[in-house]
């Protein structure tokens, strides 16, 4: 059984958020609260017109990572290079690229 890398994990947690956000709107009956996943500063940063879709991107990311490290982290420079090279990593993906952009297509939206 091979171990489950890096970026595989992230595309497991970029599938279950893109599902997660597509079951919501499937109600539209029902108005959900923000995710806990992605914070309001990513939200408010989609929102903004003119925003680079690669900060965007690195934001998102960092969020995600942050869940999985805790917040203590946040700060410092190997994490901040880890959020550089896992963005990096999904932008050499195309499939995972495009279910990012989707993800961030959705929070543009709203």
Do not use: C, H, Y
């Amino acid at each position: 059984m091979d171990p489950i890398s890096q970026v595989d994990r992230l595309t497991i947690l970029l599938r279950a958020r893109l599902l997660e956000q597509s079951r919501a709107r499937a109600r539209p009956g029902r108005r959900t609260a923000p995710q806990p996943e992605t914070p309001d500063a990513v939200r408010a940063l989609a929102a903004l017109d003119g925003v680079d879709e690669r900060q965007l991107r690195r934001a998102f990311v960092q969020s995600l990572l942050r869940e999985q490290f805790g917040t203590e982290v946040i700060n410092s420079a190997q994490f901040q290079q880890v959020v550089g090279r896992v963005t990096d990593a999904i932008e050499d993906d195309p499939a995972i690229s495009r279910l990012l952009a989707r993800l961030i297509g959705e929070l543009k939206r709203g």
